[in-house]
Structure formats: C-alpha cells, structure tokens
C-alpha cells in the first residue's frame, strides 16, 4: 500500500497546455516537498511547503498543500517541451521515528509535445 | 560547490554475489540517506545517517546494510544478490537531515542490474 497517492501516473499533453498533479494520503505530513528527475539524473528539488494551505509559486508552476497537510497539488500553466520530465511527491511524518526519512509517491512522468 | 558524487554509475552483477556502493556528500553535509528507486515501486527509503550513526532503516531486508565514515561519506552494501535487487540506488545528502531541516541533494544513482 502506497502512503502518499499520486496521480496520475502518466500524462502527455500539447505545448501550451496546464496541467495539475495530484498527491493524496491519508496520513498528515510535518511538510512535502515536489521533486522533477529527468533520466540518467537524480531528483531535483523544486519546492517544499510546510504550512497546511500554504501556496507556491516558482515561474509557471504552483504548488498547494492541503489544509489538513495530507495532499498536495502541483499546477503547471503553459506547459512546454522543457517540462517533460518525472516529477515526485515526497513527504515527512513527524516523531522521532521518521527522522531522515522522506515517503515518496509513484511518480507522474510527464510528456510535453511541441 | 561540488555535488552528491556516487560510484560506480553502472554495475552488473549476478545473483549470489554481494555489491557495495559508494555516496560522496556536499562537503559540510553531515546526513547521508539512501533510496532503491524501481519502475514498480518508484522510491524506497532503505536508511539514513548522521554523523556515523544510522537514524532510521526502511523495511528491507538485512542483505542490505551500510556505514558512515568520519568525513560523511557513505557506503551501502547488498549481499547475496537477487534478480529483484536489479534498481537504481539514490544517495541524498543534507546538511542536518529531516524534511523539516533543509533540503534533499540527489546523487545520479548507482544502476545495479543482477543477472
């Protein structure tokens, strides 16, 4: 069983186009945090948001965490080529258990076509 | 500054044999993790240290085991090796460690095929 839901896991839309990721669980996270990997590479972070209904935005993306702290969204207006790529979810549950210790989602592999 | 270095990149081994890779952190970082990254089952935390010392183990096997030096580099060994243990092995350094405590620094993996 997944702890952190995301969705979908794959998309492949025309340039121009928005997009939303989804990431769902039924367990609260201390925060979450959005990384991209493209192949051949390690993930890359692009965002951590801490605060339930806090909202980032970072050029043509946004990102939402729930105000329950237990989903996140990440929105992408005008999507081009350059975005294709792998993006992951990953949060951290709190206690002294699960320090160090990141739960990552499947994964959306997004495909943006010119 | 210089970033996660992991070695080797690509290794193939057969099954029954035992595999030890190699994670350089971002010098000043001082918690080292590591993931198994598969198309089924996307990211696996398998353990982290800080300062030498591990803070947490994810649910594998103890096949898989590792070690943190004086100077935060990290080595994570894997014995007798199984087809299923074919994946790409992610270090990640921090500077504390934590979600809450800054950000996560990817090496480019160690792809590990077991034939």
């Known amino acids: 069983t997944q702890l952190l839901e995301q969705s979908p896991q794959f998309l492949s839309i025309q340039e121009g186009e928005n997009l939303t990721v989804y990431c769902n669980s039924s367990?609260?996270?201390?925060?979450l945090q959005w990384y991209r990997q493209e192949p051949g590479e390690g993930p890359v972070l692009l965002v951590t948001?801490?605060?339930?209904?806090e909202v980032k935005k970072l050029k043509r993306l946004t990102f939402q965490f729930g105000d329950a702290r237990k989903d996140s969204s990440l929105h992408i207006t005008a999507a081009q080529p350059g975005d294709t790529g792998l993006y992951l979810c990953?949060?951290?549950?709190?206690?002294?258990?699960?320090?160090?210790?990141?739960?990552f989602g499947q994964g959306t592999t997004l495909q943006v076509k010119p | 500054k210089a970033g996660v270095t992991q070695t080797p990149r690509y290794l193939i081994k057969t099954r029954g044999q035992q595999v030890t890779l190699s994670c350089s952190p971002i010098?000043?970082?001082?918690?080292v993790s590591w993931y198994q990254q598969t198309p089924g089952q996307g990211l696996q935390f398998l353990f982290e240290?800080?300062?030498?010392?591990?803070?947490n183990k994810g649910n594998f096997p103890g096949r898989f085991s590792g070690r943190q030096f004086s100077n935060s580099r990290s080595e994570m060994n894997v014995s007798t090796l199984e087809l299923g243990d074919s994946a790409l092995y992610l270090c990640?350094?921090?500077?504390?460690?934590?979600?809450?405590?800054?950000?996560?620094?990817f090496g480019e993996g160690s792809r590990l095929t077991v034939l």
């Open positions: 990640a350094s921090s500077l504390l460690g934590g979600l809450n405590t800054g950000e996560l620094f």
């Open positions: 367990s609260v996270f201390s925060s």
């Open positions: 948001v801490v605060t339930g209904g």
């Open positions: 990953a949060g951290g549950l709190a206690g002294s258990s699960n320090t160090g210790k990141l739960i």
């Open positions: 010098s000043g970082h001082r918690s």
């Open positions: 240290y800080f300062s030498e010392t591990q803070r």
